[in-house]
């Protein structure tokens, strides 16, 4: 299908891709093409194979020197130490293996749901489809903020303009036309009927026709020069990667001491080495990165299953500290069903009944709905519309929607804009329905919405050959444009007294927290052929007012009582009117009674200074755009502010990717904001922000709790070899059940903690400040303090042992006791702040299972007759359990009742104060 679309008429490319203009492609014809074609995908970096993941494990030096160990203990004869050494390394290397797997799979999943989207027309129905199953002759519709999903020839534009400096060079976007350009060879920074996969719509609309997809596109031919990122590590990652390197040196120092001095004592030289390697593959927290990682994607799924994807992994981190939530009001604080309530007409009020998408409804009021003015405000409201109204997943046409009667009425919904939906609904409940109307007044032209124009025009061809203008937007700005209104049919000079009354109509409406659309219409004369903004756009006739109401979500408003106990401030953000803003601030608790509104001409007139300062006092900011926002969020970051801020269309993408947290929508959001967010929400809901932030602070927490868990428990490790060394006394432990204990102490209890169960009272907390310290709180004090614990615990049972004396059973009781130490103390590490029995033993049932599995294996080594020799221990009785359980157990018994004691002094006090 090579060839030189951009020279063919829009009727050739379609006969030649064998597409219907109207219907686009059967799905018959799609699975055909997709099997002809392949799927809409640029190569990709060839995946890390699952025995490369697996050998990856064996490359790491202290693994290898173990295993350089192992060989040197097989040609010693100790065979039975070789074989336990190898499958414990195995053991390890196959833990190692499932976490990166699950790992991959995890980022291989958020891949997957941040896929581009496309619009197309398959069979005459609009539906939005991943990119990936585009083919050659697809019809994809185009809009603002989308990015292009294959290479198009199109086919009909609305002012529409292209960034395409990915592939040109060109920063400035293209505008783009639809007409053929016979000729000689067309650059491709000319070729102005094209559009390019990778490029933006950066304004307008249009239609296109696929042509190329994957690599048989513009950006698939260059895409070898393009090297596909690794997956990018958090500011958390590389602080313990730089840690886990301290750590190594640290240990291999004292690791080295240990050998030195016992070869200085007479230990054999081989078992000094070999109990040397061992201590440091046990002191050394190897497993620090992948557990961090794990830890990373599991809480990444959970976010996920709370409506909250993120596509870079830093964000995940950087939603612990974040201080301030800037969002949009429509959608995201409420609920997006928006549904027009009142029109206003000649002063008239009608009320308009009805809930959601579902076009019943009745108008009640004084007014007359066979004056010229409704029936135009009605054609405007259906006309000056791009969204499809929908039942059950179908496009339901005005001729057609007996088809779909009997479906519940919650299945109607909205494939577009939903402020476009609720005006689509308004008119079909009067019987205005777009289809049909446009059978004989069909659309020639439209000059789309712009945020700064804040208006949108269409031009219908009337049956008399005349040209129809229909308007909507903001009513200030359509205000400002109209010269005249109808008054008995018949058009009229609009008074400054008439201005003042439509404004008022308009505030009261803003006051019940409706927002308001104004509509106006002008007749252009058959011959008109000038249909820019300029020509169009002036001398209209004022038809009315359209006041829609989009109420709170419920969750949303719980949502943000829980960011300012978090210490979190929240602040809204809208094009609306002041008043509607204040409204549904108030509603929602984000806006005291007394509370400052800033509005965009008010930012107009501050300094960046003086924004900084007003930044820190407002919460709620109304009739802006989009460059306002970017303004914002540096003020606000300017002033020591960790900010997320939400978005969907593309002029939001510079303030969406300045925030530390970039947010988009889901559901509304374009796909060049999407590229530019850290954060994408699935179902456009605040509470899946503040829900993301909780699991933000629950990762972190998680990670601490581990980190101390493994640093404690290895502290106490090297202690234990090193002061018995240091203390003249016989090594405590073999090399062997130094690697043991390893495995069934490192491995599974600590990646439980992983998923463990965030505090309660984690959103009752102050954000994290983001260069705090892991250590930071104490945790640097606990650790250091609970390894003495666990090194001198294991030495008295040591010592014990002694005083029996049998080195068998001494080494028999300090293994154990060791072991069981750490797999106590593992429930002491689930909360900073509350103590085991309010955290509750159950609540993390994944590490109740693996502790109880891990003393199950370190049981088997001690009674299981064959292992008993590998393992060099001897059967324990009852008084040695005692010994081992008392000791061992000290820390969580003496902890927990410690605190209960301090927590009861504390409510004491608190009372007292009281």
Known sequence: MAGRWYALTGEEVLTKLQTDSKKGLNEKEVKERLGRFGPNELARAAKTSLWSLFANQFRDFMVLVLLAATFISGLLGEYADAVTIMIIVVVNAILGFVQECRAERSIEALKQLTAPEARVVRSGQERKIPASELVPGDLVLLEEGDRIPADLRLLLTANLEIEESSLTGESVPVRKREEALPGQEVALADARNMAYLGTAVTRGRGRGVVIHTGMSTEMGQICGMIQEAGQEETPLQRRLGQLGKGLVAFCLLICAAVVVVGIARGEEAYQMFLAGVSLAVAAIPEGLPAIVTVALAIGVQRMIRRHAIIRKLPAVETLGCATVICSDKTGTLTQNQMTVRKVVINGDVFDITGEGYDPKGEFEGRGDMRDIKFTLLMKAAAFCNNAVLERGGVSVAGLFRGLVKGRPAHDWSILGDPTEGALLVMAAKAGYWRERLELKEPRIAELPFDSDRKRMTVLHRQPSGKVAAYVKGAPDSIVELCTHTYRGGIAVPLSARDR????RHNGLLAEKALRVLAFAYRELPAGAEELSEEAVEQRLVFLGLAGMIDPPRPAAVTAVHTCHRAGIKVVMITGDHPLTARAVALELGILSKK????TGTEIDRLSDKQLQEAAGKVSVYARLSPKHKLRIVRALKQSGHVVAMTGDGVNDAPAVKEADIGIAMGTTGTDVTKEA????LSDDNFSSIVAAIEEGRG??????KFIRYLLSCNVGEVLTMFLAVLGGL??????????????VTDGLPAMALGVDRYDRDIMNRPPRHPKESVFSHGMTWRIGLNGVVIGAGTLLAFRIGLSLGDLALARTLAFNTLVFFQLFYVFICRSEFH?????GLGTNPYLVGA??????LQLASVYVPFLQPVFHTVPLNGEHWAIILAISSAPIVWGTLFRSIAERAKEKIMYLKV
Not at 677 to 680: D, E, K, L, P, R
Not at 699 to 704: C, H, L, M, S, W
């Open 851 to 856: 502790v109880l599995f891990s003393a199950t």
């Open 500 to 503: 003042e009354e439509i404004l």
């Open 699 to 704: 990762i972190y927490d998680n990670i601490r």
């Open 730 to 743: 016989p090594l405590p432990l073999v090399p062997i059940q130094i690697l043991w204990m390893n495995l």
């Open 835 to 839: 103590s085991i029995l309010e955290v």
């Open 595 to 598: 509370g400052d509104i800033l």
């Open 677 to 680: 967010s850290a954060m994408v």
